[in-house]
């Protein structure tokens, strides 16, 4: 059998999102908030900047420094930049709440494998954490999303991170039917790039195709038109040029890739019991994460499922409140942990 912590002041949660790092704390609710980039120092080996400040860094370094994302698609790609992040800011939480050395909850992808799981573990217990117990993502957004995973009835939760979609069906605090897509925000700003790069002629970098993406992007097209202007470096002349470019050819770029998300939605749909598919179809379909925030994606996925669609309050932050959530109501949701399962 696990041993279950009990509930004190000392329990973190994590998620561990492949754009962005969240952290919350018993009592304090979200402590922290930063991009998930590191700065090192090659050299040293030593950090040199983490979050915003190190994300202003990215296509910007010295040779002596390396600006990474340590996660890539959900999962760990930079073993030893993602320890070091994580050092870092634990070591920020627990010092500014004297937090001691914590006990650890941590959103991970639902399609993580076992050998992916033991390597967020390892990070985290090197990071300076006591124990560490992973709860899968979309089940961590359903909590942070107020659904009630608990009861006998069915939930679908649809998560788009940056590095993947997870769409999941849960009842009696566990996940019936789930599909991990590797097709999320870091993807949806590819193909921003990709499309300005093919069809205006010039090179942006991911920062300012996630800025378009943010400030002008959309599923459906827009009541009103809207635009911006951005700045790349001409690739005939090799020289800066700005243009302006409208939601329109954004919705054009994004187009292949938001159809993947809709298809794996219906995938997930239609592998769904009966008896959950009806509780479904009266409750509607949430979406959680940083693209839910895409205009009119409600909307276009509302008119191919037939079903409503509703997006969650604060949707970046469900997965970390559903890892604080978890830990206030531990005997009762302690079945969401991977980690309960496993044993």
């Known amino acids: 059998m696990m041993k279950l912590f009990g509930i004190g002041s000392k329990d973190i949660g994590i998620d561990l999102g492949t754009a962005n790092m969240l952290v919350t704390l018993k009592g304090k609710g979200i402590v922290l908030k930063e991009p998930s980039v590191v700065a090192i120092d090659k050299r040293a080996g030593n950090i040199v900047a983490t979050g915003e400040e190190a994300k202003e860094m ?9 600006a990474v994302r340590p996660l890539k698609d959900g999962v760990i790609a930079d073993f030893t930049a993602t320890q ?3 050092r870092n800011i634990l070591e920020k939480v627990c010092k500014k709440y004297n937090a001691g050395r914590p006990r650890v909850v941590v959103g991970v992808p639902s399609g993580i494998t076992e050998v992916e799981e033991r390597a967020v573990k390892e990070a985290v217990l090197q990071a300076g ?3 560490v117990y992973l709860i899968e993502e979309p089940m961590a957004a359903a909590i942070g999303a107020n659904l009630d995973v608990a009861e006998p009835s069915g939930s679908i939760i649809v998560d788009i991170g940056g590095g993947t979609t997870e769409v999941a069906v849960v009842s009696l605090g566990g996940i019936v039917v789930s599909h991990s897509l590797r097709v999320a925000g870091d993807e949806l700003d590819e193909d921003i790039v990709n499309y300005v790069k093919r069809e205006l002629n010039l090179a942006i970098g991911e920062t300012t195709a996630e800025e378009v993406k943010k400030e002008i992007g959309c599923a459906l097209p827009l009541m009103t038109e809207m635009s911006k202007e951005i700045r790349g470096r001409d690739l005939t002349t090799g020289l800066p040029r700005n243009v302006v470019i409208t939601s329109s050819q954004i919705k054009e770029a994004m187009s292949e890739s938001i159809n993947e998300i809709i298809e794996i939605v219906k995938t997930t749909l239609e592998k769904t019991p009966p008896e959950l598919a009806s509780d479904i179809m009266e409750k509607g379909i949430v979406l959680a994460g940083g693209g839910a925030l895409i205009q009119n994606l409600d909307k276009l996925l ?4 037939g079903m409503p669609v509703y997006v969650a309050s604060d949707p970046l932050d469900c997965v970390v409140k559903g890892t604080g959530k978890t830990l206030e109501d531990l005997d009762r949701l302690k079945n969401v942990l991977i980690n309960a399962r496993r044993n």
């Open 302 to 305: 509302s008119s191919k499922t």
């Open 84 to 86: 070091l992040m994580l």
């Open 58 to 66: 990215l296509g910007r370094t010295p040779d002596q420094i390396k």
């Open 129 to 131: 954490a006591r124990e």
